[in-house]
């Protein structure tokens, strides 16, 4: 089992950043892929990003590319989401999760934390 704790989410205004953190317990987070999910209110949960067990590979969601960067540091256990040109449409709860394979759709993915709040305000 992998239990996953987001943190760094709150408040910000447009154009600003914010960097997202996942620390990961319980098994070790290192032979595990990583993607972040977020849903805004009254939407479905949507595909972010995901990198590889490793942090060499990544992969990100069209609206994502160029302004968010997914990374890992295996030797804390902590996968991190940077956030930059934040937009009032990226208001979110994000959630990380854990697989032992990359993808995009909820499905593939057994080990989700519970998500933090990320507000950008026009």
């Known amino acids: 089992q992998v239990q996953l704790v987001e943190s760094g989410g709150g408040l910000v205004q447009a154009g600003g950043s914010l960097r997202l953190s996942c620390a990961a317990s319980g098994r070790t987070f290192t032979p595990y892929a990583m993607a972040w999910f977020r849903q805004a209110p009254g939407k479905e949960r949507e595909f972010v990003a995901t990198t590889g067990a490793s942090g060499g590979y990544t992969y990100y969601a069209d609206s994502m590319k160029g302004r968010f960067t997914i990374s890992k540091d295996n030797a804390k256990n902590t996968g991190y989401l940077q956030m930059n040109s934040l937009k009032p449409e990226d208001t979110a709860i994000y959630y990380c999760?854990?697989?032992?394979?990359?993808?995009?759709?909820?499905?593939?993915?057994?080990?989700w934390g519970q998500g933090t709040q990320v507000t950008v305000s026009s």
């Open positions: 999760a854990a697989s032992d394979r990359v993808g995009s759709a909820e499905r593939h993915y057994p080990y």
